[in-house]
Nanobody
Framework: VQLQASGGGLVQAGTSLRLSCALS????????MAWFRQALEKEREFVAA???????VYADSVKGRFTISRDAAKNTLYLQMNSLKPEDTAVYYC??????????????????WGQGTLVTVSS
């Protein structure tokens, strides 16, 4: 399985950006997928997940601003990010695995990772 993330860039605070993650080499519907991010000199943190049960889970810091979705026909996961803040600046990684619902926000529950896409939000 390979994951290819795209859509990052430099934007101003308050604007929007949409990240995409294309999955290849595997059966898309088998996997729960998620976005994590890592800011400079900080630990990787959970952002949002789309579970195998088709539920969505969000970190409190992005709830109400970010929306995770997926298009099975395109084997693609999305992260729509609205009202961006400077503290959203990070490298965003998409990941795939088969975690149980309660472990959807744990990075160790996933076993395929994309290369990351950089999002920079200026104030």
């Amino acid at each position: 399985v390979q994951l290819q993330a795209s859509g990052g860039g430099l934007v101003q605070a308050g604007t929007s950006l949409r990240l995409s993650c294309a999955l290849s080499g595997g059966t898309f519907s088998r996997y729960g997928m998620a976005w994590f991010r890592q800011a400079l000199e900080k630990e990787r943190e959970f952002v949002a997940a789309f579970t195998t049960g088709r539920s969505t889970v969000y970190a409190d810091s992005v709830k109400g601003r970010f929306t995770i979705s997926r298009d099975a026909a395109k084997n693609t996961l999305y992260l729509q990010m609205n009202s961006l803040k400077p503290e959203d600046t990070a490298v965003y990684y998409c990941t795939a695995g088969q975690p149980i619902y309660s472990q959807s926000s744990q990075w160790s529950s996933y076993y395929y990772w994309g290369q990351g896409t950089l999002v920079t939000v200026s104030s």
